[in-house]
């Protein structure tokens, strides 16, 4: 069966597929990144509530955050290979060292996504430092520090949100390069996951 083409496959085939889960130790990796951004934005604070704001003790604790938020709610390499790496097998032919590139490609994946953040987060951090300094001397009334403050977090978020899928793209077409040699079973997967979400599609409108 040629796994590029997902049209073969009937929901009731791709709902053989256990539920994801993550694995245990993401939710570890979700707080430690919490209890890091607490960590920074206390000892930030110490140095006035000006530096506090301008520096790293605003944007980037919510970052750090929304980072390991993210890595939590990725699907878990135990699921590949409990879930997808068996249904794989028995729907056509995998050879071994495609399973074991598969599931590197996807524990790099996952590692990437870690880093693709932390980059966003950097690059975001020196945006707001420099916006926030620039724009603070002009400022007249608390009223005004306040409205700033709405106004470049959202903008901050979505700065982050740019940064991280361009680097995301960037990282993903290196990994799929050098993963060429499972590329049947990337495809394969990236074919479920549309199916999924266009199942879960219909179901809401329903």
């Not at 000006?50 to 750090?64: A, H, I, N, R, Y």
């Not at 699907?75 to 056509?92: A, C, K, L, Q």
């Given at each position: 069966?040629?796994?590029?083409?997902?049209?073969?496959?009937?929901?009731?085939?791709?709902?053989?597929?256990?539920?994801?889960?993550?694995?245990?130790?993401?939710?570890?990796?979700?707080?430690?990144?919490?209890?890091?951004?607490?960590?920074?934005?206390?000892?930030?604070?110490?140095?006035?509530?000006?530096?506090?704001?301008?520096?790293?003790?605003?944007?980037?604790?919510?970052?750090?955050?929304?980072?390991g938020l993210l890595?939590?709610?990725?699907?878990?390499?135990?699921?590949?290979?409990?879930?997808?790496?068996?249904?794989?097998?028995?729907?056509?032919?995998?050879?071994?060292?495609e399973t074991d590139?598969?599931?590197?490609?996807?524990?790099?994946?996952?590692?990437?996504?870690?880093?693709?953040?932390?980059?966003?987060?950097?690059?975001?951090?020196?945006?707001?430092?420099?916006?926030?300094?620039?724009?603070?001397?002009?400022?007249?009334?608390?009223?005004?520090?306040?409205?700033?403050?709405?106004?470049?977090?959202?903008?901050?978020?979505?700065?982050?949100?740019?940064?991280?899928?361009?680097?995301?793209?960037?990282?993903?077409?290196?990994?799929?390069?050098?993963?060429?040699?499972?590329?049947?079973?990337?495809?394969?997967?990236?074919?479920?996951?549309?199916?999924?979400?266009?199942?879960?599609?219909?179901?809401?409108?329903?």
């Open positions: 069966m040629d796994a590029s083409t997902s049209d073969v496959q009937s929901d009731y085939e791709w709902m053989e597929l256990g539920a994801v889960r993550a694995d245990r130790h993401q939710v570890f990796v979700l707080l430690i990144h919490v209890i890091a951004a607490v960590i920074i934005s206390v000892l930030n604070f110490s140095n006035g509530l000006l530096s506090w704001f301008v520096g790293t003790g605003v944007v980037t604790p919510v970052l750090l955050c929304a980072t890595y939590r709610i990725l699907t878990g390499i135990n699921w590949y290979r409990d879930e997808m790496v068996p249904y794989m097998s028995r729907t056509f032919t995998v050879q071994e060292f590139r598969f599931l590197k490609f996807i524990q790099t994946r996952r590692f990437m996504v870690l880093i693709a953040s932390y980059i966003s987060t950097i690059l975001t951090q020196i945006a707001w430092f420099n916006i926030a300094t620039f724009t603070i001397p002009f400022l007249e009334s608390a009223g005004a520090f306040g409205e700033l403050f709405i106004y470049l977090f959202i903008g901050m978020f979505f700065l982050y949100g740019l940064f991280l899928v361009f680097w995301l793209t960037v990282f993903e077409r290196i990994l799929k390069s050098k993963f060429s040699d499972a590329n049947q079973l990337i495809k394969f997967d990236e074919n479920w996951q549309a199916a999924t979400k266009e199942a879960k599609e219909k179901s809401k409108q329903k």
